[in-house]
Every structure is written in structure tokens, then in C-alpha cells.
């Protein structure tokens, strides 16, 4: 399972990260989401979501000896492997790097996020 993202489709109204922070966290802090929304305010002024690709071979724990398929399931990271993702898809604050962890198979992103920006899917993720 990955989640898919069109950015065209994206509104920036954050709520895709509150939901994140607040069902791991306790908290609605964007801060403390594994998913972001990034705009270009310069040039296009689009608006777009940032996640975890769920990558095959994961580049981020590259030199650690870890169960990768243990590791897809944790939420908190150390900070370190937000250097390795060559998406940079690993938000980092407070000393932890915040994976998505698809929330258990019931990703809240794509619960809230009512213009379908970001959607379930398989194959290659994000874009």
C-alpha cells in the first residue's frame, strides 16, 4: 500500500497533516505530521504534499541493521535517516524524524483530505 498524490489537486488546507499529528500525536501540530504540504510561492504557487514513498529499497536505513518490513511500521524515527531519503520525504522536529506509517493500513490523510489529492494506491508512489 502507498499513498498517491496529485498535486494539482491539492488546496493547501493542511488538514491532511493535523490529522496525522493528532492521531499519532495527540496533537494537531503540522510540526509533528509525517505528511506536509509545500508551495511554491514563487513561481507556480502550487500546493504539494509531501509523504513517504514506501520505498522497495528503503535509502534511509541504508547502514543500519534493521528489519526494514519493522521499521515501515514505526511512526518516530531517528533523525539521521531524514539525510538518506532521497525524497526528502522525512519530516524532522524535536530530535525525531516522523514516518508515515500508513496509520495501521487506515491512512487518515486520505480520510480528510476532501479535494483527493492524496488517495490510496499501488505501484510507484508519490509524484
Not at 539525510?83 to 524532522?92: E, G, N
Request: aromatic letters at 4%.
Amino acid at each position: 500500500m502507498r499513498i498517491k498524490v496529485d498535486r494539482k489537486k491539492c488546496s493547501g488546507c493542511h488538514l491532511c497533516e493535523m490529522a496525522c499529528s493528532l492521531f499519532h500525536m495527540g496533537v494537531m501540530n503540522p510540526e509533528r505530521s509525517a505528511i506536509r504540504i509545500e508551495k511554491d510561492d514563487l513561481e507556480t504557487s502550487v500546493h504539494r504534499p509531501i509523504v513517504c514513498r514506501q520505498c522497495k529499497e528503503m535509502k534511509c536505513l541504508d547502514g543500519e541493521e534493521v528489519n526494514d518490513k519493522s521499521e515501515k511500521g514505526k511512526f518516530l524515527w531517528d533523525e539521521g535517516r531524514s539525510d538518506r531519503c532521497p525524497f526528502h520525504a522525512l519530516t524532522v522536529f524535536q530530535g525525531n524524524a516522523y514516518h508515515c506509517d500508513l496509520c495501521g493500513g487506515r491512512p487518515q490523510c486520505v480520510k480528510v483530505c476532501t479535494p483527493g489529492a492524496i488517495r490510496i494506491g499501488k505501484g510507484p508512489g508519490p509524484m
